[in-house]
């Protein structure tokens, strides 16, 4: 047991005070690197629990006789509320499914040696990494194709990424031939070999990029803010940018205030609330997913 203790101990030892210098201050600058991000993250989640004359007036606070769930109660009784939530699910999932399903099948073909063509496809997909039409051609375009106000003006435009392509396709290129080769001599075809042998295989992948994908469909809001008039078809990100950027909660969350201040009290107080709730899906999500990521988001990284 002590002999394992020094071995553990011992590269730390004969480190040199530069090197422990330069540890030290690595380990200071990831423990402010995580502090950074949990302490506005608390904050939030206490704030969203606070009485809002207390918050407004003396701020957080771990008095409980100061908490209310008066924030989540507005916010879940609201009825834009769950329209928002049910139409970014939706768009987040079939936005998901699309994205996977396309550079799965692009990647694979990109992937083959015997593939004619693929340097020029290859010098097709990175320029488009790199130059775009620009917003008033692409919304012509969705306008001239009769996309406005739908939820395929959301998918399509962006279903179809390059990077995860590129990923895909130097996963594709690390699975053994041998595999392949196999599939084939027992009377395999293409289809077969990419559906049942292939696919299974590149299961961590897969997981990753519909990681990816959900979680930037989940965050966007822009494109439905161009592309959407209907507000019953809003996702919940053009509800939360109204409540945090342009200070305009819901109607129906404040209208029994009379007060112009106790509006104001409980508009701050339903940003962290809103904010929570808005969250929730991505926490519940990855805990499936973590077993996954860290050998899928290695995918690529060693071969080019």
Known sequence: MEQAAKMTRGPLIRASWQDKL?????????????????????????????????????????????????????????????TGFRNAIVYSVLFTVVSVVV??????????????????????????????????????????????????????????????????????????KELQEAAFVDGASELTYFFRILLPVCTPLITVLALWQFVGMWNSYFDAMIYL?????????????SILIQNQPQPGMIADMQSTAARAQLAELLKYATIIVSSLPLLVMYPFFQKYFDSGIMAGSIKG
């Open 22 to 82: 330069i540890i030290g201050i690595g380990y200071i600058l990831l423990g402010a690197f995580v502090l950074a991000i949990i302490v506005p993250m608390v904050y939030i989640v206490v704030a969203s629990f606070i009485d809002p004359v207390t918050l407004q007036n003396k701020g957080v606070t771990m008095d409980f006789s100061k908490w209310t769930l008066t924030a989540y109660e507005r916010v879940l009784s609201n009825k834009a509320i769950w």
């Open 103 to 176: 550079t799965m099948l692009a990647a694979y073909p990109m992937s083959r040696p015997d593939f004619r063509g693929r340097a020029f496809f290859n010098v097709i997909f990175v320029i488009t990494m790199f130059f775009g039409g620009g917003l008033i051609p692409t919304y012509l375009l969705i306008s001239d194709m009769g996309l406005l106000n739908s939820v395929w003006a959301l998918i399509l435009p962006g279903a179809f990424s390059v990077w995860n392509m590129i990923i895909a396709r130097t996963f594709y290129r690390g699975v053994p």
């Open 229 to 241: 008039n209907d507000a019953a078809k809003q996702p919940l990100q053009l509800v939360l940018r």
